[in-house]
């Protein structure tokens, strides 16, 4: 049968997560399929941390819904940046944690400033290379310094897993699952999700490589 959308690696072919299934982990971490413009999955509500990397424009989410095989609804980022703010208000975080390009960082630092007291920015990299920089806006309830300065996305993701009491971490935007990968190093808790199932398989594939051992609920 010929596979539609973009297959990344192919791990869709082993994990062939479906709309409704949760796959789950033991201690209680979650993944499943969702469109935050339609709905946040209800176990996301658990999560006391959110780290996320959200499309940096317009253009981009449009790419990303291309490659999910789904009609992007929003008309504007502004109207996207509207519903990831709706989605923290949901969740209630203790902290937030949100990566943003030179294209998104004033609507990214707005938002966090408008949801926590405390916000603090650090420069960072991505994709290992001086070249490419990003920042990882940062709120919390008091001020806190997660020495993350300087860092590539990366490596910082899996210091905020290990360094960070959190009990659970969410990611909505969880694609190929860094996330998921630095929170399971760490042993903690995460709750994924993503319109792209495709893109969920790279992450479930890359946790049991880790020996995560998946069962499937509907
Ligand atoms: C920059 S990528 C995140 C990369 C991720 N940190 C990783 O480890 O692969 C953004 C992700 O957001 C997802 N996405 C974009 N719009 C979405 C929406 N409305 N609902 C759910 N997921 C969405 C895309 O499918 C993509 O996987």
Known sequence: MKQKGLRYDGSIDKYPITEGEVYCLDNGSRITIADITLELPEFSEKADCVFIDPAGNKGVLKAYYTKAEKECPVQSFDEFVTHIKKC?????????????????????????????????????????????????????????????????????????????????????????????????????VFYGSDMNRNRLAVAINRIAKRGGDWTINK
């Not at 609507?107 to 960072?124: A, G, H, T």
């Not at 994709?127 to 001020?143: D, E, L």
């Not at 806190?144 to 360094?163: N, P």
């Open 88 to 188: 923290i208000e949901q969740i209630k975080p203790d902290r937030l944690f949100v990566e943003c390009f030179a294209r998104n960082k004033t609507q990214i630092i707005k938002m966090v400033e408008s949801l926590f007291p405390c916000v603090k920015i650090y420069n960072n990299t991505y994709y290992h290379s001086p070249k490419n920089a990003c920042w990882i806006v940062q709120g919390t309830k008091q001020p806190e310094d997660w020495k993350l300065e300087g860092m590539d996305e990366w490596e910082a993701v899996f210091k905020i897993c290990e360094d960070v009491p959190f009990k659970a971490i969410t990611d909505f935007f969880l694609g190929q699952g860094l996330v998921a990968e630095a929170a399971f190093n760490a042993g903690k």
